[in-house]
């Protein structure tokens, strides 16, 4: 199982957290991916728990995040993963054009404890060739400070959309 650390924005700060590191399987029709983020979690936000739904900006608060993209198209897909329970699927053409999907229900676990909070989810993918893979995440500390962590960031401003964000591969389910 395929596993990285995500790094934090250089623009950005985050007194509470040790780091975030994410674990990735793929299966046939899935991946189930695990984000392990430690430190003190008592000064990270977390969203209290909802029932499983779309949910509206998930991006602004404590939300882990998953981009998927066929190796060599130009399309891609977002998953918002909220500890709340609630997530957000996206269908892009290209780099931010596209909208929400409501066809792929990913299942998300969360457990937490005053030094690390796992977001577990699986999320249906119905492909069979190599994908190209962005993990990211937007921690909320308590104060309200936001701080932006990814596998990959491009220069500039954070931007899990952009191409350079898409870092890790994945290889084609044989069956």
């Not at 709340?84 to 409501?102: H, I, N, P, Q, V």
């Amino acid at each position: 199982m395929p596993s990285a650390a995500l790094e934090r924005h250089p623009a950005t700060s985050c007194a509470a957290l040790r780091g975030i590191e994410v674990s990735i399987n793929r299966k046939p029709g899935r991946v189930h991916v695990t984000y392990l983020v430690e430190g003190e979690i008592d000064r990270v936000r977390i969203p209290p728990p909802r029932p499983p739904r779309i949910g509206e900006r998930l991006w602004q608060h404590t939300c882990c995040e998953l981009f998927v993209a066929r190796e060599g198209a130009s399309g891609y897909r977002e998953f918002n993963l909220s500890p709340s329970g609630e997530w957000a699927a996206y269908s892009f053409k290209r780099y931010r054009d596209g909208g929400l999907l409501t066809d792929e229900v990913p299942q998300i676990e969360v457990r937490h404890d005053p030094r690390r909070l796992e977001l577990s989810a699986l999320i249906p993918i119905q492909a069979s060739e190599k994908l190209r893979i962005g993990l990211s995440a937007v921690i909320e500390e308590v104060d309200g400070t936001l701080s932006y962590w990814a596998l990959k960031h491009a220069a500039g401003k954070p931007d899990f959309h952009h191409p350079d964000a898409f870092a890790m591969e994945l290889d084609e389910v044989r069956h």
